[in-house]
């Protein structure tokens, strides 16, 4: 339902690679059974986008796709200020309990958040706008922590996609954001307004992984859309890009 048509956005040079709107080169690995600290070294994972199961869509959290080992190997991994995570539905209560389980009745269209604005709207695949989640669930994440920024919000103004300053990930309250149903394009291009969603989210996610978190929610002013350079490594050829990873079905790796 979108998974396939994301990776080859995300895989397009034109989108991002050395003459792409973003520079840096993004690869999908795939990672088999558990999720393991050794796996993930050895696929040379940066961003992990999680996968998501239809016992697990919903607000119970079944552990279908990835099991609580997967996900405590994942906080782990995590920890390091250069590797985030993409997750969806109810994960981001798995991932710290201090989240709400998602719950249905989101409200289209979502838009960005004044803080939001400056990944979704000034991203370099263009402004998204307001566009729709799309399916008949329509998630939201109701209770968030204080050191989660929202992003974007429904028209209640309930969170829909946070960035959670410690850990330095996302989370999404409705994978149907990135999804076919949600309004992914069904073809490599970036084009819609998903489509752009996508794009700017994963801009914004490799600068994470080449600097680092934003230490709180006050980085409006200073999209990180680039990797950072000292006026020494500038002189230097650029190192190989971040590399974005999901789990089943696919990983990414940026390079």
């Known amino acids: 339902m979108g998974a396939k048509w994301d990776l080859d956005k995300l895989t397009n ?41 239809e016992a697990d869509a919903g607000t119970p959290l079944k552990f279908s796709a990835l099991s609580e080992a997967s996900i405590d190997a994942l906080k782990k991994w995590a920890d390091d200020p250069h590797h985030v995570i993409l997750g969806f539905q109810s994960f981001a209560h798995a991932t710290d309990d201090r989240y709400s389980l998602a719950q249905p009745g989101a409200k289209d269209p979502m838009e960005a958040s004044k803080l939001g604005g400056s990944i979704v709207d000034s991203g370099p695949f263009g402004a998204v706008g307001k566009f729709n989640q799309g399916g008949s669930w329509k998630g939201t994440i109701d209770k968030v922590p204080a050191n989660a920024c929202t992003l974007i919000h429904d028209q209640d103004d309930k969170p829909i ?95």
């Open 13 to 53: 040079a034109k989108n991002f690679g050395a003459d792409g709107k973003v520079v840096y080169k993004v690869q999908g690995s795939k990672i088999e059974g558990e999720i393991t600290a050794e796996k993930l070294q050895d696929k040379s994972c940066d961003i992990f986008q999680m996968s998501l199961e």
């Open 161 to 255: 996609m946070v960035l959670d300053v410690d850990l330095g990930s996302v989370f999404v309250s409705d994978v149907d954001l990135l999804t076919t149903l949600g309004g992914i394009s069904e073809n490599s291009e970036i084009s819609a307004a998903n489509d752009r969603l996508l794009g700017n989210l994963y801009a914004f996610m490799i600068g994470i992984v080449c600097n680092g978190p934003p230490a709180d929610c006050e980085f409006m002013d200073k999209p990180f859309t680039v990797c950072e350079a000292s006026e020494t490594e500038k002189l230097k050829p650029p190192p190989p890009p971040p590399a974005p990873v999901p789990s089943p079905p696919w990983g990414v790796r940026s390079q």
